[in-house]
């Protein structure tokens, strides 16, 4: 049996956590929840997921549902299995920052686990340099913005 590690891909919605997920991973899946699931609000709750083989190891990414109340999916990373966690920041839209910040510091105290963040986006005009975003979010020096 092939080891499966899980990472977990952290933003507001339109930061580029699916995108970031499609692009890396060889495989990649949406799950959605039932339709008519009581717990379901005004847009279906569904989990972006993807699979990259790195030798005789698979790195398994997710992407949960933008609102942090979904407690079920944070309680799966809280595992042995889980390595950490990428925060995908929209450097384009300096209005997501304390989204973003609020992202960060609820996943920290929930699951403390390594982290890095991602300072997506940063070709477009305006976007806010990762130098500047780590000031933004209060990233400690030791946690990579790249």
């Not at 960060?104 to 500047?132: C, E, H, R, S």
Request: hydrophobic share 45%; with cysteine; charged share 20%.
């Amino acid at each position: 049996m092939v080891p499966e590690y899980l990472i977990a891909v952290l933003g507001p919605w339109g930061a580029g956590a699916t995108t970031f997920i499609q692009t890396l991973c060889q495989t990649d899946v949406r799950i959605v929840e039932s339709q008519d699931d009581q717990r379901r609000t005004d847009s279906p709750i569904s989990l972006d997921a993807g699979k990259l083989c790195l030798g005789e190891d698979v790195l398994v990414f997710v992407s949960p549902p933008g609102a942090l109340s979904f407690y079920r999916f944070w309680n799966l990373l809280r595992g042995e299995a889980c390595l950490g966690f990428i925060l995908v920041s929209d450097c384009s839209r300096w209005e997501t920052c304390s989204e973003e910040r609020s992202i960060l510091m609820t996943f920290i105290a929930y699951a403390p686990l390594p982290y890095i963040v991602a300072a997506n986006k940063q070709d477009l005009p305006n976007a806010l340099p990762a130098t500047d975003l780590r000031h933004v979010l209060r990233v400690p020096r030791e946690i990579p913005v790249v």
